[in-house]
Nanobody, 121 residues
Framework: QRQLVESGGGSVQAGGSLRLSCVGSGYNSQVPFIGWFRQAPGKEREGIAVIGSDGGTIYADSVQGRFTISRDNDKHTLYLQMSNLRPEDTAMYYC???????????????WGQGTQVTVSS
């Protein structure tokens, strides 16, 4: 059974906003790092944002200033607030735990099933 479950995806117009959530036993205050990744058809999986248990964050250049990652330890929930969405943001979005502060998916330990985000112009 999956330890992480994403939700909040959907179809929006360019310039719109969405908030993704990731919930599960795979996320709690003990997890050192957890982040968001995305993958479009025919493209490699891309790390876009990671947050540590200390609150420190890193972002991919492509989303810097538009996306915000946060975590609510009491609710065992990870969030990704996305604003000023662009068609190039269209992808399946996944959350995952990691062993270090990195956007490299090779360091991910567990994954959710993904939630689709589609941005039209």
């Amino acid at each position: 059974q999956r330890q992480l479950v994403e939700s909040g995806g959907g179809s929006v117009q360019a310039g719109g906003s969405l908030r993704l959530s990731c919930v599960g036993s795979g996320y709690n205050s003990q997890v050192p790092f957890i982040g968001w990744f995305r993958q479009a058809p025919g493209k490699e999986r891309e790390g876009i944002a990671v947050i540590g248990s200390d609150g420190g964050t890193i972002y991919a250049d492509s989303v810097q200033g538009r996306f915000t990652i946060s975590r609510d330890n009491d609710k065992h929930t990870l969030y990704l607030q996305m604003s000023n969405l662009r068609p190039e943001d269209t992808a399946m979005y996944y959350c995952a735990t990691l062993t270090t502060r990195t956007l490299n998916s090779k360091f991910a330990s567990t994954w959710g099933q993904g939630t689709q985000v589609t941005v039209s112009s």
